[in-house]
């Protein structure tokens, strides 16, 4: 019985060790995708993507790891949560922004905190919130790139239609959403090629491969691209097994559609 005992014991240790590294890993996903209407022009353009950072205080590794890499940086949602001194978070924006510019949409988790407070912060660092707003990048050659954010579904906030009036018309456009059920209001003729999103955590631990929710991932959808990320931290415990911390670094070119 003692033998046995221990075997549990280190076995129950050393899961717990695992779930733990899962849990605080510093991983860049780097993904090349390609578009057949990408504007040529552009060349390439690079996005670094975090979300659902939490509790999380970003890595130095991570940081070190995209400069130079990322043209601009996306937040996509739950930057904090209740509990989360401002410092840290003025710290996060901070390290976020020695990369480039920086694009931030709410997360449910945001607004638990003083969000009043905390769009100060964002305003006082310089980071661009993308609340049912959009921003559009124009080439040498007059081609034009959009990156659209909408506020938080869970309260109802969004609303696409004002960030597509936002947006070129004529553009390439990309939605960054903290929830992916965002894809269920895109219509065709709305052309959003790309979504970025986050919130589920991949379901944080898989029990025999099992979860509410699917590891991130990308997916062709009918009526986009999507791509939900496993996210950087986590909520509630510290743990995560079989849906480890992501970050992601997105190259889109122009190509025969590839994903």
Do not use: C
């Amino acid at each position: 019985m003692l033998v046995l005992f221990v075997v549990l014991f280190i076995i129950g240790g050393s899961l717990l060790l695992y779930m733990l590294r899962e849990a605080f890993l510093n991983d860049i996903k780097e993904h090349e995708l390609f578009f057949s209407d990408f504007p040529d022009t552009f060349g390439s353009v690079s996005l670094f993507f975090i979300s659902d950072i939490h509790r999380r205080t970003i890595s130095d590794k991570i940081i070190n790891g995209v400069k130079g890499k990322a043209d601009i940086v996306v937040i996509g949602g739950d930057l904090t949560e209740k509990g989360v001194s401002f410092e840290r978070v003025r710290a996060n924006l901070l390290k976020l922004k020695q990369i480039g510019p920086v694009y931030f949409v709410w997360g449910n988790n945001d607004y638990e905190v003083d969000y009043h407070q905390l769009d100060a912060i964002l305003l006082e660092t310089g980071i661009k919130v993308l609340d049912n707003t959009a921003v559009t990048f124009e080439s040498e050659q007059g081609e034009k790139l959009s990156l659209l954010g909408v506020d938080d579904l869970n309260q109802k906030r969004d609303r696409l239609d004002l960030a597509l009036l936002d947006a070129e018309a004529a553009s390439f456009k990309i939605l960054a959403s903290h929830y992916p059920s965002i894809t269920f209001k895109i219509q065709p003729e709305n052309d959003i090629r790309l979504v970025l999103s986050g919130h589920t955590h991949g379901g944080q631990i898989h029990i025999f491969g099992y979860s509410p929710q699917k590891r991130g991932g990308i997916k062709k959808l009918e009526n986009t691209i999507l791509l939900i990320s496993n996210g950087y931290g986590t909520t509630s415990l510290p743990l995560r097994l079989g849906a480890p911390a992501e970050t992601h670094l997105i190259t889109l070119r122009k190509g025969n559609d590839r994903f």
